[in-house]
């Protein structure tokens, strides 16, 4: 059977937003078209979904590169170091990204809830349907438009209703997603971001960029220049971003000692942790952790001097290139 699949509505000034993002539950659908890759990886303390709505691109999670077509949903769970890359020169890509938290629930519906949300702990978490799926979801977002732009009474309750049956679809038809991860093309991408997934899951040892380079069996010169060119960060700028993302992470939800966390975030000393967090941060770890309304003083910079939105989210993790 033929299914007539609507496209997804889209406006690229249009931001539907449900609540404050400082909110226990906040939405923002946030229309986007992008050009320039962002730099830096980043991440969020709320939940995102990003779904292309152009040709192909890119996505970096944790380090690793997923390849894109129209359509596509990535669902990431806060506190995943992650970012959007498209071709150079390729013309302006519309997307649609959805900024979110759920943390007050109805009574009795928690464990549905999580359920739900567990699509966001998935191995791969992109969804790729066809026919009906595909059908049922682009009306779901084609709803959550009307809703936003036509603000008929309750509203935000109906977008609040839909999204939550739009992660019920991809939960209840998961074993039908069609995504399978493509190998990199282009054999020197595909080798760098190999090694960018290593240093996600051994930022606590040492790694310099010698020996990361003789264990790949690349030349340490070769390996330096060519990660510049593929990620757009500096090898050492890239392992401080991730040691810094693991130590706020451990600051805000957990009760270590500072010097534990330094230690497990692979920072040789004490003075090298306060030095670059206070770079990446503004702000000592000490302060960090004392500090409740941080989440809400550093703002998601956009580098994309074409996009200008009224939605400005939480990010934790900033560079010190994006606070200058």
């Not at 349907?129 to 009307?146: A, C, P, S």
């Not at 706020?248 to 090298?272: A, D, T, V």
Request: with cysteine; proline share 5%; hydrophobic share 35%.
């Amino acid at each position: 059977m033929k299914y007539e699949v609507p496209e997804i509505l889209f406006d690229p000034a249009l931001v539907i937003t449900v609540n404050r993002v400082d909110d226990p539950v906040f939405y923002v659908f946030d229309y986007q078209k992008r050009r320039l890759n962002m730099e830096f990886q980043h991440f969020h303390t709320y939940w995102e979904a990003y779904i292309l709505l152009d040709d192909f691109a890119g996505h970096v999670i944790e380090g690793e590169y997923f390849s894109l077509q129209r359509g596509d949903i990535v669902l990431l769970k806060p506190l995943l170091l992650h970012k959007s890359t498209y071709e150079e020169h390729a013309k302006p890509k519309a997307r649609l990204v959805i900024g979110f938290r759920i943390e007050e629930q109805p009574q009795g519906f928690e464990r549905q809830i999580q359920r739900l949300l567990s699509l966001f702990d998935q191995p791969i978490p992109i969804f790729r349907f066809d026919g009906m799926v595909k059908e049922e979801i682009h009306r779901l977002l084609n709803r959550i438009y009307h809703l936003g732009t036509d603000h008929p009474v309750n509203a935000e309750l109906m977008i609040h209703q839909s999204f939550l049956e739009l992660l019920w679809i991809l939960y209840t038809q998961r074993k039908h997603n069609q995504y399978v991860k493509q190998e990199n093309t282009n054999t020197v991408s595909e080798k760098i971001y190999t090694i960018t997934s290593y240093m996600h899951t051994h930022f606590d040892d040492k790694l310099p960029l010698s020996e990361v380079a003789e264990k790949f069996a690349i030349s340490p010169y070769y390996l330096s220049r060519q990660f510049k060119l593929v990620t757009g960060t500096g090898y050492v700028t890239y392992l401080q971003m991730i040691r810094i993302r693991h130590a706020q992470n451990e600051l805000l939800y957990s009760k270590k000692p500072i010097q534990q966390i330094c230690e497990e975030s692979g920072f040789p000393s004490f003075s090298q942790f306060n030095r670059v967090f206070q770079q990446y941060c503004a702000m000592s770890p000490s302060a960090f952790r004392k500090d409740t309304d941080h989440q809400s003083q550093l703002l998601l910079r956009r580098s994309d001097p074409e996009h200008n939105t009224k939605a400005t989210l939480p990010r934790i993790l900033q560079t010190p290139e994006e606070q200058g």
